[in-house]
């Protein structure tokens, strides 16, 4: 079922700031101070001073999340919000910033996130399994040794049985995500492969091989959000929020009525139809992609291409920067980065490109040789259990 989000308001919503942590091998640093660098830039990059923030959103972190990472970072804001809804999570914290921007319920909202998954990992602070516990609907899967890319691994092979989706296709996805990641020198992996060594690696849930799953990183990023108000005072050209749209399915692979379609075919249509855009008129698309075929079943549900066709679509080199719809312009969970819930580094690549400072060697042109006028950030959460979508625009 839908969840309401709605962006329009007595004001209008500008994305201040943005900015990366350290992200990649990052050792020496906890998720609190991740954090806070990344704050402190995208807090910079803005020309606004801290006292401003009103607002916080933060989730994955503390035992009060986000009350801990507001404490650390100095922040006594007086509108908060800490809904955790898997990788999703950003979409949604940016969707109800947004939200009460508009409705004068605050002026700046900050949200922030940062992990060290990839460290706690290698120091054995952490196993490599991920365990949403067993009760509630899951008692019923997780005896079974039902996991979280099984579950994707089965809703991808129904999409093939279904279809005719093809590995080589699914394979042609990470390909293009590892060539947009060539040119990012934030990206974890940059070297090019292939649909051969994409298809050739170790099996990890079948259909997926290694290079069908994200990389394990660490790192932060962070988004402030701001009133129209503040954009006279703003470093930057702003980029504003347009429309936001969120929707649930389910939590138990029983409830879920096709495996073929996610819950971003209902926040993604909530959402172009709040900011009065069509799918056809976005430049570039930044989507959660913690497995290939995450990717492929959101290009259909946002309306890229029909149910069913997102194998074709894939093909040809179409994702790729110069492309004919670019996707994960930074290469993407699957290589640029995935320290866990990943979804606000999708708004901040978004921004970057509509601002054209991704760098020469990434930036997305439309056909004239301008900079991109729309882009749309979609995250997906738990296994295509929620889902939340922000179309941002320039002018």
């Known amino acids: 079922m839908p969840m309401s989000s709605v962006t329009s308001g007595a004001r209008r919503v500008a994305v201040a700031g943005v900015a990366l942590s350290d992200c990649g091998r990052v050792d020496e640093a906890t ?103 067993a009760r509630g609907p899951l008692q019923f899967e997780v005896p079974y040794g039902h996991t979280l890319i099984a579950k994707y691994a089965m809703a991808a092979r129904r999409h093939m049985h279904q279809y005719g989706t093809t590995l080589e296709q699914l394979a042609q996805i990470a390909v293009q995500a590892r060539a947009n990641a060539a040119a990012n020198p934030d990206a974890l992996y940059r070297a090019p492969i292939t649909v051969d060594e994409v298809l050739s690696g170790p099996v990890i849930a079948d259909p997926f091989t290694k290079l069908h799953c994200c990389v394990r990183s660490d790192g932060g990023c ?69 497995f290939t075929y995450m990717t492929l079943v959101t290009l259909e549900d946002l309306g890229f291409c029909d149910k069913g066709e997102g194998g074709a679509f894939v093909e040809n080199g179409r994702l790729l920067r110069g492309g004919e719809l670019p996707v994960n ?9 995935h320290p866990g819930m990943r979804g606000l580094f999708l708004l901040v690549e978004a921004v ?21 006028q729309l882009a749309v950030a979609s995250g997906t959460g738990g296994w295509f259990c929620s889902s939340g979508t922000v179309v941002l625009g320039r002018g």
């Open 31 to 133: 998720p609190y101070a991740l954090h806070a660098q990344a704050a402190r830039r995208a807090l910079g990059e803005s020309g606004l001073d801290r006292s401003v923030i009103d607002g916080f959103a933060s989730a994955g972190l503390g035992t009060l999340a986000p009350i801990e990472v507001a404490e650390y970072l100095g922040l006594r804001p007086t509108w908060v919000d800490s809904t955790s809804v898997g990788g999703s999570t950003w979409e949604v914290l940016a969707a109800h910033a947004a939200d009460a921007i508009a409705a004068g319920h605050a002026n700046a909202v900050l949200l922030a996130y940062g992990s060290t998954a990839r460290a706690d990992l290698k120091a054995r602070r952490r196993t490599a399994n991920l365990s949403f516990g």
């Open 329 to 337: 312009t930074d290469g993407g969970g699957l290589a640029a980065c």
């Open 222 to 290: 962070a988004v402030l959000l701001v009133a129209e108000e503040y954009v006279p005072d703003l470093a930057k050209s702003p980029v504003w929020v347009l429309g936001s749209g969120t929707a649930i399915s389910h939590a138990a692979m029983s409830e879920w009525d096709d495996f073929t379609v996610s819950p971003a075919a209902v926040s993604g249509r909530l959402a172009f139809a709040r900011a009065g855009v069509r799918p056809a008129e976005i430049d570039v698309a930044e989507l959660y992609d913690a």
């Open 352 to 372: 970057r490109q509509l601002r054209g400072e991704a760098g020469p060697d990434r930036q997305v042109r439309r056909a004239d040789g301008t900079l991109p």
